[in-house]
């Protein structure tokens, strides 16, 4: 595994490496001390690791970004719980399975696309993330209990908890509606892939490509950036969602 200064982040290439020892409540970090492991800022998850561990990032309260392989197929329970300061995530298009209370706790994420090859998210799994207002699910997925309790997306769903097995998949049920909105079909543009300028054409096609091809502030259009720049500035990204909103409203 390489830890380095990557774009003023201190990125660690995660290669599979087991970062936890022990079980779900007796365990403890190994490799790496209390210190190191709250000073990563970015993790890449290598091509070729299949599984994150379970507990692998708890308490790494500075991570910001988080962009995982296409071969990762499971993350298991704990594995990012805690990551108070992660704001992005990029899953694997081929991940099947997120375990109990994976990403609790993360309080900056605000958005995240969970793929259509995910099958199961376990209990608690955005638990206590308090500004999360977006989560998609795509295709037939099992949810577990409480998945969602303390966001701010209960708070826009007319559930104010989820209670057992039947109400999880009346939840389900609701997300799959709201995927259909502009709101949320720009959010699985912007947030976890990268954007094609077709799909973009597609959501803003009823308003036209004029506004599209106007530079914005940071002096591109936002068509040039979707084409030239796969995630390297989240800030811009933000930027570009607000544009696009902006214009979706005119």
């Known amino acids: 595994m390489k830890i380095q200064l990557v774009g003023n982040l201190k990125t660690v290439f995660y290669d599979g490496t087991k970062l936890w020892e022990g079980g779900m409540f007796n365990g403890a970090p190994v490799v790496?001390?209390?210190?190191?492991?709250?000073?990563?800022?970015?993790?890449?998850?290598?091509?070729?690791?299949?599984?994150?561990?379970?507990?692998?990032?708890?308490?790494?309260?500075?991570?910001?970004?988080?962009?995982?392989?296409?071969?990762?197929?499971?993350?298991?329970?704990?594995?990012?719980?805690?990551?108070?300061?992660?704001?992005?995530?990029?899953?694997?298009?081929?991940l099947?399975?997120?375990?109990?209370?994976?990403f609790e706790g993360c309080e900056a994420l605000i958005s995240i696309y969970i793929p259509p090859s995910c099958r199961e998210i376990c209990n608690y799994a955005f638990a206590n993330c308090k500004n999360l207002k977006l989560?998609?699910?795509?295709?037939?997925?099992?949810?577990?209990?409480f998945i969602i309790?303390?966001?701010?997306?209960?708070?826009?769903?007319?559930?104010?908890?989820?209670?057992?097995?039947?109400?999880?998949?009346e939840v389900?049920?609701?997300?799959l509606s709201n995927n259909r909105s502009e709101d949320y079909a720009l959010h699985r543009l912007c947030s976890s892939y990268e954007p094609k300028l077709q799909d973009m054409s597609e959501i803003v096609q009823?308003?036209?490509?004029?506004?599209?091809?106007?530079?914005?502030?940071?002096?591109?259009?936002?068509?040039?950036?979707?084409?030239?720049?796969?995630?390297?500035?989240?800030?811009?990204?933000?930027?570009?969602?607000h544009f696009i909103m902006e214009m979706l409203k005119e």
Request: with cysteine; proline share 3%.
């Open 32 to 94: 790496y001390n209390k210190k190191e492991r709250e000073s990563w800022e970015r993790i890449i998850v290598l091509s070729g690791v299949q599984v994150i561990p379970h507990h692998t990032f708890l308490y790494c309260y500075n991570i910001k970004i988080v962009i995982v392989a296409d071969t990762v197929i499971r993350i298991e329970d704990l594995a990012f719980h805690s990551c108070k300061n992660m704001s992005w995530v990029k899953l694997s298009r081929n």
């Open 172 to 175: 389900n049920e609701w997300l």
């Open 96 to 102: 099947e399975y997120i375990g109990v209370a994976a």
């Open 135 to 145: 989560l998609n699910i795509l295709g037939e997925c099992r949810l577990g209990l």
């Open 206 to 241: 009823e308003k036209g490509m004029v506004e599209f091809k106007k530079p914005n502030n940071v002096g591109i259009t936002p068509s040039v950036y979707l084409e030239t720049n796969p995630f390297t500035d989240i800030g811009e990204i933000e930027f570009l969602r």
């Open 149 to 169: 309790v303390n966001t701010k997306l209960v708070e826009l769903s007319s559930f104010e908890n989820v209670y057992s097995m039947e109400d999880s998949y």
